[in-house]
């Protein structure tokens, strides 16, 4: 079981990618499934549509594509009762995004929504990277304060914040990484050779639209590690965390 | 092709870019495999201790292959004697070029004294590298504005701005005569975005390599494989992998 951990579906500003193209996508790599977020406008303003839209996509995909929830923060109480809406319609995790929502992680604005997530059962992917407000520590601090929740750190910092994939991995034990941009002999054989990580604790995303989803399956592939870790990797640990 | 951005391994160095060291003849051998003709190979025990040394062990190293690597040494710019240096480099070390690393090695690009360093780069018909898409001390905007300082001196974005900055340095890139850009650890869609909007003869690609925990460079491999899937056209792939790179190194000297 191939499980792609974060695509986004729709038009961002210098991408695009409909059901449709994704699905066929995921037929040639052999993906089974694929967690679905909404595009980036509405992951920052219009969530309610988006989240509409990727229900609909999962619902005509046969079992195909999981849709994640967005609401942003910033909309306080009403955005919990789009993630509830949301919930009601079929998602089944909580996609964030700090930078294209505009909050700090740990400004308090989320924590209505994580308890939400933690009531529902839902894991929480969130982007990382190199801004301020998308650190991977700064989210591993967030994960510890919700421990029974599981958090992805999407993209695990990429790139030049890979130095604090590690520690933050450390830090939060309900933390996992992520395999996209990330080169099999670098950055992903130091996660899984780590004592206090391993490949347990890493999931396999293409990002797509942003990427080559060919390439982003190959890092996980071409990856001389035991079968039973890459199946780990490639599906068994999403699969956990969705529950 | 030509791959505009390579490392040696880090010969005296521990430090979190770690990798396996590797000979010239390897890394050739992982050139082959990966269809590059040409690599810039950029120092990396320098980034750390930027004692002429360093600089001497790139050059040995790229001396193996005189036709196959060309090599971009290091100095820190705070440090007495940083121009003697980069006029040894381009001179009896025959290295190409320089390569700076502003957040490693802890400085800023608007610090003075760049200035002297850029004045003997230039002279010698050297251009500079930096790495860049990081704060806060390697923003395009920030490479840009040395740049501008120096206007005949060929400055090339390293990293293409990286997921983060890229449209800052495509922005910059633009807007600056002697600023180029090197794709390298940029996305795909990045990548492709550059490649359409940035003026067609400013646009390199580099792998990265030498970071690997093999020998065989497998992700700078795979990069080069990934080129296919950025939904390019032809003309833009031959000329980010040939032609500017080959008019750039060419007409420097």
């Known amino acids: 079981m191939i499980i792609d951990a ?7 500003r210098e991408v695009v990618l409909e059901p449709e193209a994704l699905i066929t996508s995921m037929d040639r790599l052999g993906i089974d499934k694929a967690l679905v977020a909404p595009d980036e406008r509405c992951i920052a303003v219009d969530d309610r549509e988006g989240n509409d839209r990727v229900a609909a996509a999962a619902a005509a995909s046969g079992g195909r594509l999981i849709p994640y929830a967005v609401a942003n923060p910033w909309r306080g109480a009403r955005a919990v009762d789009e993630l509830r809406r949301a919930r009601d319609a079929g998602a089944r995790a909580l996609c964030v995004d700090s930078v294209l929502q505009g909050f700090d992680l740990l400004d308090g604005l989320l924590d209505p929504l994580l ?13 990382t990277g190199t801004p301020p ?3 991977p520590l700064p989210l591993a601090s967030l994960a510890r304060r919700f421990p029974d929740v599981a958090f992805v750190m999407g993209r695990s910092g990429a790139t030049d914040f890979w130095i604090d994939a590690a520690p933050a991995l450390r830090y939060a034990g309900n933390l996992f990484g992520d395999t996209c941009y990330a080169p099999w002999d670098t950055v992903l054989a130091a996660l899984a050779a780590d004592p206090e990580i391993g490949a347990s604790r890493l999931v396999f995303s293409t990002d797509s639209p942003y990427t080559v989803p060919e390439a982003e399956l190959s890092r996980v592939t071409d ?7 890459r199946a780990e990797v490639l599906g068994g640990v999403v699969g956990r965390l969705l529950g | 092709m030509i791959d505009f ?3 040696t391994p880090s010969w005296r160095t521990s430090s979190w870019l770690g990798g396996v060291s590797f000979g010239a003849d390897e890394f050739v051998g992982f050139m082959d495999v990966a269809g590059i003709e040409r690599a810039v190979v950029l120092s990396h025990d320098g980034l750390f201790d930027p004692s002429p040394s360093t600089n001497d062990d790139l050059a040995a190293f790229v001396a193996e292959f005189p036709d196959r690597l060309l090599g971009f040494g290091t100095v820190h710019p705070r440090l007495e004697g940083a121009p003697e240096e980069v006029a040894r480099m381009m001179g009896p070390l025959g290295l190409r070029g320089l390569k700076l690393h502003p957040w490693l090695q802890g400085f800023s690009m608007h610090e003075a004294s760049l200035d002297p360093i850029c004045e003997v780069l230039a002279a010698e018909g050297g251009m500079l590298l930096s790495h860049d898409g990081t704060p806060p001390y390697s923003t395009a905007g920030q490479i840009a504005a040395l740049a501008r300082r120096h206007p005949t001196l060929p400055v090339v ?36 975005e550059i490649l359409a909007k940035a003026p067609p003869h400013k646009v390199l690609f580099g792998t990265d390599a030498g970071l690997s925990d093999r ?19 032809p003309e833009q792939k031959q000329a980010m992998l040939v032609d500017n790179p080959r008019a750039l190194l060419d007409g420097a000297r």
Not at chain 1, 115 to 127: H, I, L, Q, S
Not at chain 2, 217 to 232: M, N, P, T
Request: glycine fraction near 10%; proline fraction near 3%; aromatic fraction near 12%.
């Open chain 1, 6 to 12: 974060h695509v986004r579906l729709g038009r961002g």
């Open chain 1, 133 to 135: 407000s998308a650190l």
């Open chain 2, 157 to 192: 974005l390293g990293h293409g701005g990286l997921h983060d900055t890229w449209r800052e340095a495509l922005t910059l890139v633009s807007e600056t005569e002697n600023l180029y850009l090197c794709i390298c650890g940029t996305p795909p869609y990045a990548a492709r």
């Open chain 1, 223 to 229: 990856w001389p590690i035991t079968d039973t870790e």
């Open chain 2, 5 to 7: 951005h390579t490392h």
């Open chain 1, 115 to 127: 308890e939400f997530a933690r009531d529902a059962g839902w894991f929480v992917y969130v982007r």
């Open chain 2, 215 to 233: 020998v065989s460079q497998d992700y700078a491999v795979a990069r080069v494989r990934e080129i296919e899937g950025w939904g390019i056209t």
